[in-house]
């Protein structure tokens, strides 16, 4: 999968099937247009296209007005997004940067400097509440009219639902807020995921060893960064680790600002193995490429006086992820032995 900031590159196919849209978190309405958007590809012999926009439209709106309760949680970093147009078979993807410049273009020109002639669409897939251009003017009638009148196809998916509910960003965001972590599953289609490279943290695992003798070892943590102030889900969690070692490793994470122990309000997701892989020895995560999923949540973030007392609340979490892992685990065996007796 290629991608590109803007249009402006030599490389960007000179023709395209394009579809539009934030895609933040790539559920499974998502997983359908772009089902859709590659079938019609492959028909008209175009490479499928997606163009998305960071920051996000209502992020930029926020800032501006200056009023950051507006701006969406966000569910996926941009790495994880493009992650995932990537597993769904998606040959391009544009990102355009949302700035003063792109909110006040007109809808018709939108169409003609962007669609047209910036990216040669051919074929245009939209949901069915999309809107574009300047004070948000243009819907799927000024699109399709434009359409038959300068050469490209326009169709219009409507909603996508799974057990009665309407799949949506929204709705996403609204089960992690809650931690309902099944239902954000049920949702994406997979269980709800953040990925990034192991960076250096507070190494906080030894201001524990000081408070609690013993604890370093136990409390050893990986640490990805968040790049949004406003994660969708926010919390403890039981998690399983991908790509730290041969197979998957579960442990407990947090994944908020640490409110005991800094006052920065960075986002930040703290991972602890539950069993440290021996082979890593104590520094060898620092730079891998991680992929976390968060399964379960135990509880909210909480500000605890001083360490001990933040060592005693870890010792539980622990124990708490450990027998939800435990009894997942043994659920996982029991149906795939259910499944072979089956087949059998």
């Given at each position: 999968?290629?991608?590109?900031?803007?249009?402006h590159?030599?490389?960007?196919?000179?023709?395209?099937?394009?579809?539009i849209?934030?895609?933040d978190?790539?559920?499974?309405?998502?997983?359908?247009?772009?089902?859709?958007?590659?079938?019609?590809?492959r028909?008209?012999?175009?490479?499928?296209?997606v163009?998305?926009?960071?920051?996000?439209?209502?992020?930029?709106?926020?800032?501006?007005?200056?009023?950051p309760?507006?701006?969406?949680?966000?569910?996926?970093?941009?790495r994880?997004?493009l992650?995932?147009?990537?597993?769904?078979?998606?040959?391009?993807?544009?990102?355009?940067?949302?700035?003063?410049?792109?909110?006040?273009?007109?809808?018709?020109?939108?169409?003609?400097?962007?669609?047209?002639?910036?990216?040669?669409?051919?074929?245009?897939?939209?949901g069915?509440?999309?809107?574009?251009g300047?004070?948000?003017?243009?819907?799927?009638?000024?699109?399709?009219?434009a359409?038959?009148?300068?050469?490209?196809?326009?169709?219009?998916?409507?909603?996508?639902?799974?057990?009665?509910?309407?799949?949506?960003?929204?709705?996403?965001?609204?089960?992690?807020?809650?931690?309902?972590?099944e239902?954000?599953?049920?949702?994406?289609g997979r269980?709800?995921?953040?990925?990034?490279?192991v960076?250096?943290?507070?190494?906080?695992?030894?201001?524990?060893?000081e408070s609690?003798?013993?604890?370093?070892?136990?409390?050893?943590?990986?640490?990805?960064?968040?790049n949004?102030?406003?994660?969708?889900a926010?919390?403890?969690?039981?998690?399983?680790?991908?790509?730290?070692?041969?197979?998957?490793?579960?442990?407990?994470?947090?994944?908020?600002?640490?409110?005991?122990?800094e006052?920065?309000?960075?986002?930040?997701l703290?991972?602890?193995?539950?069993?440290?892989?021996?082979?890593?020895?104590?520094?060898?995560?620092?730079?891998?490429?991680?992929?976390?999923?968060?399964?379960h949540?135990?509880?909210?973030?909480?500000?605890?006086?001083?360490l001990?007392?933040?060592?005693?609340?870890?010792?539980?979490?622990?124990?708490?992820a450990?027998a939800?892992?435990?009894?997942?685990?043994?659920?996982?065996?029991?149906?795939?032995?259910?499944?072979?007796r089956?087949?059998?």
């Amino acid at each position: 999968m290629h991608v590109f900031r803007g249009f402006h590159h030599p490389g960007i196919a000179s023709e395209c099937a394009l579809t539009i849209g934030n895609f933040d978190g790539v559920h499974r309405g998502h997983q359908a247009m772009l089902a859709l958007l590659r079938s019609e590809a492959r028909h008209r012999g175009l490479p499928s296209c997606v163009m998305s926009f960071e920051p996000h439209p209502r992020d930029y709106f926020a800032a501006r007005l200056g009023k950051p309760e507006m701006a969406p949680a966000r569910i996926a970093t941009l790495r994880d997004k493009l992650g995932e147009l990537e597993r769904c078979g998606i040959d391009q993807v544009i990102v355009l940067r949302f700035d003063e410049r792109l909110s006040s273009l007109p809808a018709p020109d939108f169409i003609d400097k962007v669609l047209v002639q910036g990216l040669g669409a051919r074929y245009v897939l939209v949901g069915d509440d999309f809107r574009f251009g300047a004070k948000r003017q243009g819907d799927y009638a000024t699109l399709d009219a434009a359409g038959r009148a300068k050469g490209f196809d326009v169709a219009r998916m409507m909603s996508y639902e799974v057990h009665g509910l309407r799949v949506s960003s929204s709705a996403v965001r609204e089960a992690l807020a809650a931690g309902r972590m099944e239902a954000a599953a049920a949702l994406l289609g997979r269980p709800y995921s953040i990925s990034g490279h192991v960076v250096h943290g507070q190494k906080l695992g030894r201001q524990l060893a000081e408070s609690a003798p013993g604890a370093s070892d136990g409390f050893r943590t990986l640490n990805l960064r968040f790049n949004h102030d406003k994660p969708a889900a926010q919390g403890i969690f039981a998690v399983r680790v991908h790509g730290l070692a041969d197979g998957p490793v579960d442990g407990v994470a947090s994944l908020g600002v640490r409110p005991t122990v800094e006052d920065a309000g960075r986002v930040l997701l703290e991972v602890h193995c539950l069993d440290w892989p021996a082979e890593l020895g104590p520094d060898g995560a620092y730079g891998k490429l991680v992929r976390v999923e968060l399964l379960h949540k135990l509880r909210d973030e909480a500000r605890f006086d001083g360490l001990p007392a933040l060592t005693e609340a870890i010792r539980q979490d622990v124990e708490q992820a450990r027998a939800y892992l435990a009894q997942e685990a043994a659920s996982y065996v029991k149906v795939s032995r259910q499944t072979t007796r089956d087949r059998i």
